[in-house]
């Protein structure tokens, strides 16, 4: 009976689409900035839809969601399917939100089918996980994980001074939920695949199996201000003139590694004082170096640093690495990975074992619960875009694999060794 | 008598003071952008000071200030001195502001000897001279001579979307004035240097005899948005990265002709949507090439131009100059330049002849009336920072020297030929 347990494709659309409606851009796609009116709207909605599911929803001091829905196993720890529903500020309609609407989906399939399950079943909704308002990215799940404090996540500030925790309070998303990461049996994140792989292939189920290790780091150039017109060009110390070499040098070490699939770019440059006729005097540059292989991703970052004093002598500015991030580091669940394969078998779909290279909260789920996450394909892999776009037919099997690696988790099977 | 007229430096230095008070920033500088509350209330102060000294303040459509001392010779022409009261956001106390109050105080010296001219006098400040908030800058005085239409002016916006001629009017100083080029006699501007010549040569007044050739290009590149970590680096089309590549390249321009005293910088940079985990799709550079010879001021646009092509196909984004101010052609007037030095010279000081290779309000004045400069020291050439600095003993010799020259004007005076 479980078997030929299938999602309502019609119903999670309608979901999709009234998502799209709270944010929606004129070109088509989001605007939904974590902890905005929008985002504040768009949570308010999901909870209602959650209520009316009859589930349990819990809010947590970062401002996570957890909706809940019983198992018959007094004790068992619960399975949680998470991703987020904030966007970036020129962003698509799924990346996200498709995974948590996804998990609700399928709560309400296994309600139509009068299916209860051992383990208790969360749907969760990360707060802040593209980073577009509040650095760095993917906070909500951090804290979460116990891999960031409560207190410094809530002192965050975004570009106009707003604290992270009174724009929680504002929308009326700061709770006192006590889950932890103890509460987790495992943990299922469903995304577009954010790259062309999948579509190029024609495939519709990536099965990730690693994530690439991101490394940011905030270098800081100070120089010194003054009239750009007067000030010969040897007795300048010009922070911008630093920074454009800083953002060459990133872009040059990432492509030296291209052939081995490395990535990196500078996610933010914040120029001051920026304006006609001043030498810049302060330039602050948020560089991203992301390799499959942890050695390469360190190597890459040595050469970044390296670069750094001779880009300092020739700008006569000071350079500096102010703070650095990393994620990705942690290994996903072999168990649940073969899972969902063979979920996907059981779909009638070869599955393709991918790495993730952007960030997802489940990189930090993964250092507590064993984690996972199954890709579906986007349109030529085009993502943090207003013209980021998925067909149905191209998310169907994902939804319904990973319905049935939850339900195998819950049944407690295991995958058969070598079967990939 | 006349000629041992002195201004009162105590009374000079009390009103740069007291501006130095309005808008002042926690590091002794000055933060008053045009038609900003601070600038309102800084424009309020100065007409206070017009009206106690008797001057009838005249405002125009552009805001620019006017205040009168009438001659005596019917229907003669004004001799007026003029600079701006507006600043950089990270602005020094006499960038302008020493202009405008030095021509207060030489009219309230003539006050106090009871001199009474053949030409009126008018004391003027100059609307959005810095072009902090509205671009471009020097547009009252471009209005002013007629080099730019007065709508088109008043609907520049600020990056706040504020149009110019309603910040106008929200201060109060959207006026009627018709005053014209045709109404003035000639044009005299002192300022502070904004470089390091006198300072270093321990001299005190500079005689302004040309104008570098300063052109400005807005240039924007269009690249995709797309995830940055999960689009390889060639499928990019990275905006950041082309905008690396213009800023080094103005740099290296600027640089390759530093030898003839070239200059060259990059004074805003635009990154959309500047994102952690975004590729940019857009960037928006002002290039700014300044050269004495206004051939190799055209040479270097044209290296620049010749550039674009090959950093447009390195980083697969469309550049293209979308617009092209330029200033500072027409040379000064030298019949002033000569009186400047006569005075100079009357005061014991050696005037050496320098071009200004920073834009002033005088670079469009002498588009259509007779004009001059006059430069006074300033601490190490240091400029548009808050650092800014100059001793009364700096500035003095070249307020009383303008005294003299304006004088010499108004007696129809002529400098000795070759005497300089």
Redo the contacts between chains.
């Keep these: 009976m479980i078997a030929d347990l299938r999602v309502d494709m019609e119903r999670l659309w309608a979901t999709l689409m009234a998502s799209a409606r709270i944010g929606a851009t004129e070109r088509g796609g989001l605007r939904r900035l974590a902890l905005s009116p929008q985002d504040g709207e768009m949570r308010a909605l999901f909870a209602r839809w959650c209520e009316e599911t009859g589930l349990t929803l819990r809010v947590d001091a970062m401002g996570n969601m957890f909706a809940l829905r019983p198992g018959r196993r007094p004790g068992a720890k619960a399975i949680m399917i998470g991703s987020h529903l904030d966007t970036?500020?020129?962003g698509g309609r799924f990346d996200g939100v498709l995974g948590v609407l996804a998990g609700l989906e399928i709560l309400r399939t296994l309600d139509d089918r009068g299916v209860e399950t051992q383990h208790p079943l969360i749907v969760a909704n990360w707060t802040n996980e593209?980073?577009?308002r509040f650095?760095?990215?993917m906070i909500g799940s951090k804290v979460f994980a116990g891999l960031h404090p409560l207190e410094a996540a809530l002192d965050i500030r975004d570009k106009a001074g707003v604290r992270l925790g009174d724009a929680l309070r504002a929308i009326g998303f700061a709770g006192d939920a006590a889950l932890g990461p103890e509460d987790i049996d495992s943990y299922f994140e469903l995304h577009i695949?954010?790259?062309?792989q999948l579509d190029a292939l024609g495939a519709k189920i990536g099965v990730v199996v690693g994530a690439?290790d991101?490394r940011?780091l905030v270098v800081e150039a100070t120089g010194?201000?003054?009239?750009?017109?007067?000030?010969?060009?040897?007795?300048r110390r010009?922070a911008?003139?630093a920074?454009?070499?800083v953002?060459?040098a990133v872009?040059e070490i990432?492509?030296a590694h291209?052939a081995t699939?490395?990535?990196?770019?500078?996610?933010?440059?914040?120029?001051e004082?920026?304006?006609?006729?001043?030498?810049a005097?302060r330039a602050e540059i948020?560089c991203?170096f992301?390799h499959a292989d942890p050695t390469v991703a360190q190597a890459m970052v040595d050469a970044f640093r390296a670069r750094l004093p001779a880009i300092a002598d020739a700008s006569r500015c000071a350079l500096a690495a102010t703070r650095e991030w990393r994620y990705g580091g942690a290994p996903y669940d072999a168990a649940l990975a073969g899972l969902l394969r063979d979920a996907a078998r059981a779909l009638g779909h070869a599955p393709r074992d991918m790495l993730t290279?952007?960030?997802h909260d489940s990189m930090n789920l993964a250092c507590v619960v064993p984690s996972v996450m199954i890709f579906t394909p986007c349109d030529r892999?085009?993502?943090?875009?207003?013209a980021e776009n998925v067909s149905r037919a191209d998310v169907e099997p994902a939804v319904n694999a990973m319905l049935g690696a939850v339900l195998g988790r819950d049944a407690g099977l295991r995958s058969e060794p070598g079967a990939h």
Tied chains: 1, 2.
């Design positions: 970036q500020i020129f593209e980073g577009a650095e760095p990215a695949e954010q790259g062309p690439y991101i940011y010194e201000s003054a009239h750009s017109g007067a000030t010969p060009l040897a007795d010009n911008m003139v920074a454009a070499h953002v060459v872009d990432g492509a291209a699939g490395a990535r990196s770019a500078c996610g933010r440059l914040v120029v004082p920026n304006l006609l006729g001043a030498v005097h948020l991203d992301r290279v952007a960030g892999g085009v993502s943090h875009n207003e």
